[in-house]
């Protein structure tokens, strides 16, 4: 007769739960050891963030602005149309066989607008043919000799090339009028010789021409010529005897 199968009996259960729980936990505490040993190999492998100091290189700074000169030329020669040479055409044409012997670019002065009156002096008043500009703006203002070195000023509106006022100088005493027939009579280069010679030597626009006589009691002419890159003004002392060059300045303050 065949024996029946049975059950196993409940100590076997228990001991196959036991060797069963047995290998459970020690699968769990390998898992978890490995886990703690992946996490380490982890962070000692992952690069540490960076605390140092910031590597970029600066940003370039702007160039640095204009000084008050140099806003001052900018503006000046910017709001002026007419140029130096049409200036000096138009005031040597105010005094008979006149001579240039200064032209400067400048702003119009308050008096230059006010109404002419006679001087207590006894002097001329000044004439005044055309409306003045307006205080501020642009002006040539030419002093133009006659033989025996008396000097006429004109002012001439550097936007119209109008002239609004001309004078005889009250100020000049005879031994001005004898310096400044000496050079007259020294000069024997042009005003438009000396800019010639001066801009080949410094290029951009002329605001000042005037004959005087320097250290050497040399008769010269001095050209201030500004540069319309940086706005510098350069003066260029040329020999009003030959048109040669004797000196240059720059002038960037």
């Known amino acids: 007769m065949s024996s029946a199968r049975r059950l196993p009996p409940l100590r076997s259960l228990a001991v196959t739960g036991a060797l069963g729980a047995s290998v459970l936990l020690l699968t769990a505490c390998t898992n978890a050891d490995t886990t703690r040993s992946s996490v380490a190999e982890a962070a000692q492998t992952e690069s540490p963030s960076p605390t140092g100091t910031d590597t970029q290189s600066p940003s370039p700074t702007g160039s640095p602005s204009m000084n008050e000169d140099q806003t001052e030329r900018k503006d000046l020669v910017s709001a002026t149309k007419v140029t130096w040479d049409k200036a000096a055409d138009t005031a040597v044409k105010e005094v008979p066989e006149g001579k240039l012997v200064d032209l400067e670019l400048k702003r119009v002065e308050a008096d230059a607008t006010a109404s002419p009156t006679g001087s207590p002096t006894g002097s001329p008043s000044p004439s005044m043919p055309n409306p003045a500009p307006s205080e501020g703006a642009p002006e040539w203002e030419a ?104 000196s240059q300045k720059v002038d960037k303050d």
């Open 143 to 246: 002093k133009v000799a006659q033989s025996d070195g008396t000097l006429h000023r004109i002012d001439i509106d550097a936007v119209n090339g109008k002239v609004f006022r001309t004078m005889v100088d009250p100020d000049q005493d005879p031994d001005d009028k004898t310096q400044i027939s000496e050079w007259l009579d020294k000069a024997k280069q042009t005003p438009e010789q000396a800019v010639k010679a001066a801009t080949a030597k410094a290029k951009g626009t002329v605001t000042h021409v005037e004959l005087g006589d320097n250290d050497n009691q040399q008769a010269v002419w001095g050209v201030d010529v500004v540069d319309k890159g940086n706005w510098n003004k350069t003066t260029v002392e040329v020999d009003a005897a030959n048109g040669k060059v004797l």
